[in-house]
């Protein structure tokens, strides 16, 4: 029986700004939940943003289920993110002038209500469906941005200090709404963050220094 | 979800500056095909109304109200002149053909025009049913007058609606003329005599019937000789229209009518073409030096007119073009100062795998629907604007002005579309281009 290859393999991978090495990561491989876990400034959302096709690489090799996609285009680099990854942002990111529903409909390939109001079930968010995003409280964004993410079923859920502003108990509770979510739809949580408070939830925690 | 919601939502959340570019871009648009409607409803009226009108006789006065008055029915004569005294020009050897004109009265706004059938002749106009006039107050109504046959009416004092009625004297449609395109369409046209005697002046045949008895011999061969050269333009209607003046008199005297025709005959232009160009520049001169007459070229004075108006017209395309620049750059100056605000937006979008593309066709698509209902807006004031003014401003509305869909309005549409495009470009191009990792890392 042939192996499944890991989620991520990471190879020898730079970042260089005007020169300088931003990023150096020799070698590591995604094979469930990670945590890249270091303070501010040594590169972890550089690298998850690489992993993420958000950002090119200096140098080096990652590949994403066996395919190396460090040199797609960026459409094809589109589509991958498109079917594969969502994004829960440090800071939300939602879209002020659109509704709920339609925040989290901008993930979904194919538009479908019923599993946006499923969502908006699960996360306690019902009701709130014409609700303008610029309404909500942070608490509430904080919802959407997970219902958003995992809206369209993918493979792996991106998080970019998802805790970082939350006191022990939102902590948890973000942390829990995620990890439900990501194991309904069987997904790998990658998470960027200096937040030691989550490193349990995590199968695997590559620390990275400055 | 798909992108127009994007883009109604984004255009909905910057209303007012998406208001003001639509009415800015809607402005110009206006402007620009009120000038076009304008522009080419006087070259089809310069064109189809003053063909082959070499020289136009009239009172001394403006030259170019003399001609707005006489050849486009959109001016007030500059006075009357003698029958007699016209008759000399009307038959000059270098004259042609000579159409004498009667003004004075209207129905309803539509002028009343005392004239012979060369009239009709000269624009090529046929009956569409009915007949021409054979005796004072029957009247050829023209296609666009709301006259119909066998109709009756009075005649107004004046050249517009609202004037003293001649109740003394009724009209009696006995004909239709069929749609020319030109003046006629929209004029009542009658004999002479009709106009003359409606004025207590004496008609023309009554005029040299005096003459003749008076035995003034070289006038009665005149006579002869005009109604000469009428039988070799082969005018069978003028033999009737003699006829008619006949029967009119008989009708006055069978009913013993009593209305005075003491005054000399007196008609307000004559439609003149010469036999040769020469005579063009010639008769016009002898007849401003020598005579009590004026005689003026159309040709020159609608030169002169569309010249005058050139320069108006040029100074509000100018103004359309600024109003559009204005509009256009609205437009631009509202999509690159909401770019900074939205590039967080657009970093999401692109995270979530909307491609540049994609993103180039979201940003320009704003721009464009601003564009595109601001000159559909544009048209449809355009359109009401100039049916409104074609109502209101007397000329307009008397020469016929009505919307005629030129090659120019496609122009129009293309060259604010073309703009638009322009303005909507760059910002297009920044929004596609966002740093998306930097915006999501930094962006509040």
């Not at chain 1, 499923?118 to 959407?144: F, I, T, Y």
């Not at chain 2, 009625?165 to 020319?180: A, L």
């Not at chain 2, 016929?400 to 303005?423: E, K, M, N, P, Y």
């Amino acid at each position: 029986m042939k192996a499944m290859p890991d989620i991520f393999a990471v190879n020898n991978l730079k970042k260089s700004y005007d020169g300088k090495d931003i990023l150096n990561v020799p070698s590591f491989n995604v094979t469930g939940h990670t945590l890249l876990l270091g303070p501010s400034g040594c590169g972890k959302t550089t690298l998850m943003n690489i992993m993420a096709g958000l950002l090119p690489s200096s140098s080096g090799e990652i590949t994403f289920e066996g395919t190396n996609y460090s040199t797609f285009t960026d459409t094809q680099l589109d589509d991958l993110r498109a079917k594969n990854f969502g994004f829960v942002f440090q800071r939300m990111h939602m879209i002020g002038h659109l509704n709920v529903m339609q925040n989290i409909a901008l993930t979904q390939t194919k538009y479908d209500p019923d599993r946006i109001k499923q969502l908006m079930s699960d996360l306690g968010l019902s009701g709130k469906e014409e609700q303008k995003a610029s309404d909500l409280s942070v608490g509430e964004m904080q919802r959407v941005a997970i219902a958003r993410a995992v809206a369209n079923n993918p493979k792996v859920i991106f998080a970019d200090e998802p805790t970082s502003a939350l006191d022990d108990k939102n902590t948890e509770s973000v942390m829990d709404l995620i990890f439900t979510q990501a194991k309904k739809t069987n997904a790998t949580v990658i998470a960027a963050t200096h937040d030691s408070r989550i490193k349990k939830r995590f199968d695997n925690v590559l620390e990275m220094s400055s | 979800m798909n992108d127009l919601t994007i883009i109604l939502s984004s255009l909905k959340s910057r209303w007012l500056n998406t208001t003001m570019s639509v009415f800015l871009t809607a402005f110009g648009v206006m402007l620009s095909l009120l000038i076009v409607q304008f522009s080419s409803h006087v070259e089809n009226r310069v064109n189809a109304d003053g063909r082959g009108i070499d020289i136009v006789v009239g009172a001394k006065g403006s030259p170019l109200q003399l001609i707005l008055s006489s050849v486009y029915h959109i001016d007030i004569p500059t006075g009357n002149i003698p029958y007699d005294e016209a008759e000399k020009w009307m038959k000059h050897r270098h004259v042609k053909t000579a159409t004498p004109l009667a003004l004075g009265d209207n129905w309803k706004g539509y002028r009343i025009v005392g004239t012979t059938p060369d009239y009709l002749h000269h624009y090529n106009a046929n009956l569409l049913e009915g007949r021409l006039w054979r005796k004072p107050f029957e009247a050829v109504a023209g296609s666009k007058t709301d006259l119909k046959m066998g109709d009756t009416f009075k005649g107004a004092h004046g050249l517009t609606e609202g004037g003293h009625v001649h109740d003394e004297e009724q009209y009696v449609v006995v004909g239709i003329t069929k749609e020319t395109g030109t003046v006629i369409d929209r004029l009542i046209l009658t004999s002479l005599d009709s106009v003359l005697n409606i004025h207590g002046l004496a008609g023309v045949e009554d005029y040299h019937d005096d003459h003749h008895h008076g035995g003034e011999h070289d006038h009665h061969d005149e006579e002869h000789d005009h109604h000469d050269e009428h039988d070799d333009h082969h005018h069978d209607e003028e033999h009737d229209h003699h006829d008619g003046h006949n029967d009119h008199h008989d009708e006055h005297d069978d009913h013993g009518h009593h209305h005075e025709h003491t005054g000399e005959p007196e008609i307000t232009a004559i439609l003149m073409t010469t036999k040769s160009p020469i005579a063009n520049i010639n008769i016009p001169r002898i007849i401003n030096r020598e005579t009590i007459l004026q005689a003026a070229n159309p040709a020159l004075e609608m030169a002169r007119l569309t010249s005058m108006l050139g320069l108006g017209s040029r100074s509000f395309t100018a103004l359309s073009v600024l109003l559009i620049s204005i509009a256009v750059l609205n437009i631009f100056t509202g999509l690159a100062g909401s770019l900074e605000n939205r590039m967080g937006d657009l970093a999401v979008l692109r995270a979530v795998g909307y491609s540049k593309k994609r993103i180039f066709k979201i940003i320009a698509s704003e721009g464009m629907m601003i564009v595109l209902a601001g000159t559909i807006l544009g048209f449809l004031m355009g359109l009401a604007g100039f049916n409104i003014m074609a109502e209101i401003v007397t000329p307009l509305g008397a020469s016929g002005a009505s919307i005629h869909f030129t090659f120019s309005f496609v122009l129009i549409f293309i060259s604010v579309l073309l703009a638009g495009f322009i303005a909507t470009l760059l910002p297009a191009i920044r929004a596609s281009n966002v740093d998306v990792a930097r915006q999501l890392s930094h962006n509040a």
